[in-house]
């Protein structure tokens, strides 16, 4: 049993809507030593296209997180009793270069890593898993990756940019940070620029669960399928939250009809317990756009699934 100095602070102990809004109402840290995993926030939307604001993603996935409890009603874990985990605020970004941006994401995560915890990061736009996946790759080599998103972010450009929210997996192939091979990209939809921008993961060999593959159905069997090619390995978990239908989260920068559903994404981050999983984040959540803060709500959710699917965490 963990220490009871990394519990969340209990609701029948201090009302939910009280105290700090660390994650969860964990304890706040200055460093990453001596956990297991650290909670950190990235709010940066200088790299996103359409609509801006996920700048306050991080804020407001901590303040969500409040409705939660510490023991997974269904499976039973509790990752508190299980691993030493405390929010260590966010990556002071510059909020006028992203290149700058970058490079303060990467040295935060790579301390965190070398400190010997996991990052399980809020975004953000998803610009910031490319320095996340960089930072990390230096310490444990190639990385597998899980990719929820409704975009399969593998644009060469953007407005001439080689570095955007819709470029970073393109950019994370080529580095070789990623094995394409150990890539699993799941809920891609709607419309895009170019042909070759569709198909460039298949030619590299990512494994590719379009949404319309898993309209009206349970995926678990698909995630049994992605978990035996990823193997054994470091993995990496990357949600973009608009990898879910509007219906269930509006609140993202790039919406896009026809999506998988808020269970479905539950059903992704539960299949991906027993892979080596180094780290995760969840990512482009808007609030502006976001209706009765279901969408922060819905990500702080996926990110406590997080929690429970990494390896150490047994059930209660």
């Known amino acids: 049993?963990?220490?009871?100095?990394?519990?969340?602070?209990?609701?029948?102990?201090?009302?939910r809507f009280a105290?700090?809004?660390?994650?969860?109402?964990?304890?706040?840290?200055?460093?990453?030593?001596?956990?297991?995993?650290?909670?950190?926030?990235?709010?940066?939307?200088?790299?996103?296209?359409?609509?801006?604001?996920?700048?306050?993603?991080?804020?407001?996935?901590?303040?969500?997180?409040?409705?939660l409890r510490p023991v997974?009603?269904?499976?039973?874990?509790?990752?508190?009793?299980?691993?030493?985990?405390?929010?260590?605020?966010?990556?002071?970004?510059?909020?006028?270069?992203?290149?700058?941006?970058?490079?303060?994401?990467?040295?935060?995560h790579a301390r965190i890593a070398k400190q010997g915890a996991a990052p399980l990061t809020l975004g953000g736009d998803h610009?910031?898993?490319?320095?996340?996946?960089?930072?990390?790759?230096?310490?444990?080599?190639?990385?597998?990756?899980?990719?929820?998103d409704a975009h399969t972010?593998?644009?060469?450009?953007?407005?001439g940019e080689a570095m955007t929210h819709g470029t970073w997996v393109r950019r994370?192939?080529?580095?070789?940070?990623?094995?394409?091979?150990r890539t699993a990209q799941i809920g891609i939809r709607g419309t895009t620029y170019t042909g070759p921008d569709c198909t460039y993961g298949e030619e590299q060999g990512f494994t590719?669960?379009?949404?319309?593959?898993?309209?009206?159905?349970?995926?678990?069997?698909?995630?049994?399928r992605i978990r035996s090619i990823i193997g054994e390995g470091p993995a990496y978990l990357s949600f973009d939250i608009d990898g879910i239908d509007?219906?269930?989260?509006?609140?993202?920068?790039?919406?896009?009809?026809?999506?998988l559903t808020s269970m479905q994404g539950i059903e992704i981050v539960r299949g991906c317990r027993g892979l080596n999983l180094v780290g995760a984040d969840i990512v482009e959540v808007s609030p502006p756009w976001d209706s009765g803060r279901i969408t922060s709500l819905l990500a702080a959710t996926i990110a406590f699934e997080i929690l429970c699917a990494l390896p150490g965490v047994e059930a209660a």
């Open 1 to 15: 049993m963990v220490d009871s100095e990394f519990q969340p602070k209990s609701g029948n102990e201090s009302p």
């Open 19 to 67: 105290m700090p809004s660390t994650f969860m109402r964990l304890p706040s840290r200055e460093s990453a030593k001596g956990l297991d995993v650290a909670i950190v926030g990235v709010p940066l939307d200088i790299g996103t296209s359409n609509r801006s604001g996920t700048r306050n993603g991080p804020r407001e996935i901590r303040d969500e997180s409040r409705l």
């Open 72 to 108: 997974n009603l269904t499976t039973l874990q509790a990752p508190f009793d299980c691993l030493k985990i405390a929010d260590v605020g966010d990556v002071p970004i510059n909020t006028y270069d992203l290149r700058k941006s970058i490079d303060l994401i990467d040295g935060f």
């Open 127 to 148: 610009t910031i898993s490319y320095p996340i996946v960089r930072a990390l790759s230096l310490l444990h080599g190639q990385l597998a990756l899980v990719h929820v």
């Open 153 to 159: 972010d593998c644009n060469d450009a953007m407005f």
């Open 172 to 181: 994370a192939v080529e580095e070789r940070l990623i094995d394409p091979r």
């Open 208 to 224: 590719m669960l379009h949404a319309e593959d898993c309209w009206h159905r349970s995926i678990s069997r698909d995630m049994d």
């Open 246 to 259: 509007p219906a269930f989260a509006p609140g993202t920068g790039t919406p896009e009809p026809g999506g």
